[in-house]
């Protein structure tokens, strides 16, 4: 399992979450998604801890800190969904059905 850390400033660097979630155990691994095209941070990250206890202290202790500048959003992980080729997708070329849309 793995932590969900949102809300991060766009200059974090992976060490400077490597640091933080230390004081709370050991971190095995920190994923920081970038932007394919700007190659800038997207403001949040995953952090996977050495086991469940470590998770929580961190969870419990980081949700809602402030953070160079920003309050964290920290829990737990959902796990990725499965993006297959069910049919219920927006496509890439455009068009689609007649429904309202947020785009």
């Known amino acids: 399992m793995s932590i969900y850390v949102g809300n991060l400033s766009y200059d974090v660097i992976e060490d400077d979450l490597r640091g933080v979630f230390t004081e709370y155990g050991n971190v095995k691994r920190v994923q920081l998604p970038t932007d394919r095209e700007t190659g800038r941070v997207r403001g949040f ?10 998770e929580t202290a961190a969870i419990e ?8 500048g920003r309050d964290l959003k920290v829990n737990k992980a959902k796990p990725k969904e499965d993006r ?5 997708g927006r496509s890439s ?3 689609g059905g007649g429904g309202r849309s947020r785009y």
């Open 61 to 68: 202790a980081l949700d809602g800190a402030e953070w160079m």
């Open 93 to 95: 070329y455009g068009g």
């Open 84 to 88: 297959g080729s069910s049919g219920g």
């Open 45 to 54: 990250a995953f952090v996977e801890m050495e086991n469940d206890a470590e």
